[in-house]
């Protein structure tokens, strides 16, 4: 395929309202956006690497580097005839996960315009609708909580998810089973802030019929989370721990976790998510596609993915409107149904970029071309 250009731009734009997890808060996105041009067409990916290196190793500072250094050249110094080759081209260099699926992505969504098909028909995708669900950061008080919880269920979103950390934990569940009811699908996500010492405390989350726990221990295990399940009956979903799908094969050898969340910028890109949702499938292990706080294009890959036949969970994409006042594409992400969204079957993401949007934001911007 033709590539002739590669443009990086970083973003900063302020959330709606805060974000905070067990690992901090975060006030404003800081992320870069990646265009690769090639006979006429334009590819996006976005980054979703964080300001600060909390969730993973990643930050926006270390995706620009990793792109102009290594990941940019190796692309103009390569035969691209398939979007799949990207991820093989990658493989000898070491993770930097984030940074390579921002330019895999775009990838895919490039070669998919150049021929005139959909990101999701071309990687495999079986729905024309998708169901989502929502994630509530930590407050500075319960009820705040409880009023989020309010607000997203009344807009229709079909999974409640609401982070937890020590001595923010049961009282938050507890007050949400008390205030909403036993048939809200509610789940809880630590972010790897608990040990396997706290087993007795998480074991009292089994009473309250959660979806699953994500990610209860850190962020790089998967034997203590093999213990933990076999006390537990909340399903445990990894996220933080699982970066292809060698990880994945392992963790559910072991029975490290029932369910998996899958997230682009975590795992690479499209090529090792549909590895990874393949072995699951496999496996009988259902997945869900994890959000990190994207703007639109990573939405729409996001998207993309979810139109798998294994993500059977409702995910963490929710509409724009849940962050942003305006966001970079066109038309915004938007429900067509109470907590659904429509798997666009137009070109690559199915959603345009609105340049001038992008413009309001862009902190920093290069450009390469390839000879
Ligand atoms: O709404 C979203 O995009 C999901 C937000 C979320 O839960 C999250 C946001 C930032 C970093 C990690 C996570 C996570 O899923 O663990
Ligand atoms: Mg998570």
């Known amino acids: 395929m033709i590539i002739e250009r590669v443009r990086l731009q970083q973003l900063k734009v302020a959330y709606k309202a805060p974000f905070e997890t067990s690992f901090g808060r975060s006030e404003e996105k800081d992320f870069i956006l990646v265009s690769v041009y090639g006979d006429g067409a334009i590819g996006y990916g976005e980054s979703v690497a964080m300001s600060h290196p909390v969730y993973n190793e990643e930050t926006s500072g270390t995706v620009w580097y990793m792109l102009e250094n290594f990941l940019i050249p190796k692309l103009f110094a390569s035969d691209v005839t398939e979007p799949e080759d990207v991820s093989r081209l990658f493989a000898p260099i070491r993770r930097n996960y984030m940074a390579k699926a921002a330019i895999e992505e775009a990838v895919w969504d490039l070669h998919c315009k150049q021929q005139g098909i959909s990101l999701a028909s071309r990687l495999g995708g079986v729905k024309q609708t998708i169901d989502v669900g929502v994630s509530i950061g930590i407050e500075a008080t319960v009820e705040q909580v409880l009023q989020n919880v309010e607000r997203f269920l009344a807009e229709g979103y079909k999974k409640i998810k609401v982070k937890i950390k020590p001595g923010f934990d049961i009282q938050v569940i507890e007050a949400i089973r008390k205030r909403f009811g036993s048939d809200v699908p509610l789940m809880a996500d630590a972010n790897s802030a608990y040990t396997l010492e706290q087993a007795d405390l998480l074991k009292e989350l089994d009473s309250y019929g959660l979806m699953m726990i994500e990610q209860p221990l850190a962020h790089d295990d998967i034997i203590d989370h093999a213990k933990l399940q076999k006390q537990l009956k909340t399903p445990i979903c990894l996220d ?132």
Request: glycine share 10%; charged share 25%.
């Open 240 to 371: 933080e721990s699982i970066h292809s799908a060698e990880d994945a094969r392992k963790a559910i050898e072991l029975g490290s976790c029932k369910i998996i969340n899958i997230k682009l910028g975590r795992v690479g890109g499209h090529a090792e998510s549909k590895k990874i949702h393949d072995v699951c499938e496999r496996h009988g292990i259902p997945v869900w596609c994890g959000g990190m706080l994207e703007m639109g294009v990573g939405r729409a890959h996001n998207i993309a993915l979810t139109s798998l036949s294994n993500f059977t969970i409702p995910g963490d994409t929710s509409a724009s409107s849940r962050y942003w006042e305006q966001d970079i594409v066109e038309p915004s992400v938007a429900f067509i149904a109470p907590g659904m969204l429509a798997v666009p079957a137009g070109d690559g993401i199915g959603y345009e970029v609105n340049e001038r949007n992008v413009r309001n934001y862009v902190v920093r911007e290069a450009e390469w071309t390839s000879r």
